[in-house]
């Protein structure tokens, strides 16, 4: 299992060795419906801890258990673009599932229950992401406090990570394979955003909006942390494909194949959600809003905005982010219910 230590450019091999209970191996219960339903067949998967399946399943990962080494203290440490996922979980759940090795091909294939189709009207209209655990090289080791605010990724944005190759179909007999873009590659999980003034790690990131396809490792050369998280908007990473390209309408399978390379989870992607949808969905769900007006912003409030859809049918306070009053915003974040009114909880804010 590859451990990323993105500071020095290292490659370290852990063999981990972790008690599993009976609970682990048990089909995973399916989390939200932009998520697989079910691992459909595997084959030549990792060892020990990365030979779990079921990882697959599921949002991609937001905490790692580091059990410590030359240069890293043990600590409960954030999934982030400078530290990928590994190892197990703090409550010693699997994360990831290794496929295959140097010398051998590992697969496994993923059922989406809907279909994923092919949507323009998605973000940047693509349709699914898939997760692995690269990670940026950056300027020195990661611990569990390190401050993102003062911490570089490497002048040439190189990241340590594999190659997966993803396939898609709609009947699990006819199938569409991706030449590009590979995953565990570009763009690295980053789950939540960076609270510059607290020194800490803020609010979840969407895995439902992709990365603006738009970006290349240039723009993340040599920034601070910080600052390329905001260039994700929102995104939690990952990386990201266009059903338009195999031809299909839509699928309910994909497959991963790689040698030695990881999977962390496969998520398809949401639709701009309008402030009616938002305050629709579950306490604790991340959301990305389309383009919102703000009706009340920085002039009158530090840390919070109103925002309401052009069509004037519906606003919503939100926390933790502000906005001058006439602009135009994105916004992701967590829907909560505050003295029984909706609001969104921001972890990133964006004016077009």
């Known amino acids: 299992m590859n451990r990323w230590i993105s500071g020095d450019r290292k490659l370290l091999v852990c063999e981990v060795i972790v008690v599993l209970s009976f609970a682990v ?5 399916r989390c939200d419906h932009i998520y697989p339903v079910r691992v459909v067949s595997y084959a030549n998967l990792g060892a020990g801890v990365y030979g779990f399946p079921d990882a697959v399943l599921g949002p991609p990962t937001k905490w790692i258990k580091e059990p410590g080494g030359p240069g890293v203290p043990s600590g409960i440490y954030a999934c982030s673009m400078v530290y990928g996922a590994w190892n197990v979980s703090p409550d010693g759940l699997p994360l990831v599932v290794t496929l295959g090795n140097a010398t051998v091909q590992g697969e496994i ?26 990670a940026f090289v950056g300027s020195g080791y990661v611990t569990y406090n390190t401050d993102m605010s003062t911490y570089r990724i490497n002048n040439n944005a190189s990241i340590v990570g594999e190659s997966v190759i993803i396939s898609v179909s709609p009947n699990g007999s006819d199938w ?10 570009y763009w690295p999980t980053n789950s939540f955003s960076w609270d510059a003034e607290n020194h800490t790690w803020g609010g979840e990131l969407d895995p439902a909006k992709p990365v603006d396809p738009n970006l290349t490792p240039n723009d993340f050369a040599g920034r601070y942390v910080v600052d390329a998280i905001e ?3 929102g995104s939690a990473g990952g990386t990201s494909y266009d059903l338009a390209q195999s031809g299909f309408g839509w699928i309910k399978y994909i497959k991963l194949t790689s040698k030695g390379g990881e999977v962390d989870a496969v998520a398809r992607v949401r639709k701009p959600l309008t402030i009616a949808e938002a305050k629709g969905l579950a306490d604790g769900t991340v959301v990305s809003l389309g383009p919102s007006h703000v009706t009340a912003g920085s002039d009158e409030f530090a840390d919070c905005c109103y925002v309401q859809s052009f069509d004037r049918t519906s606003g919503i306070k939100v926390m933790g982010r502000s906005a001058q009053a006439g602009s135009t915003v994105l916004v992701t974040g967590t829907i909560e219910t505050e003295s029984g009114e909706r609001v969104i909880r921001a972890s990133w804010l964006g004016t077009q």
Do not use: H, M, R
């Open 25 to 29: 191996c048990a089909p995973a219960v």
């Open 109 to 134: 294939i993923v059922e989406f229950d809907p279909p994923i189709y092919d949507d323009p009207a998605n973000w940047y209209g693509l349709d699914f992401t898939v997760f692995g655990n690269s």
């Open 176 to 185: 569409y394979q991706y030449s590009l873009p590979v995953a565990d590659s």
């Open 231 to 233: 260039l994700y908007k």
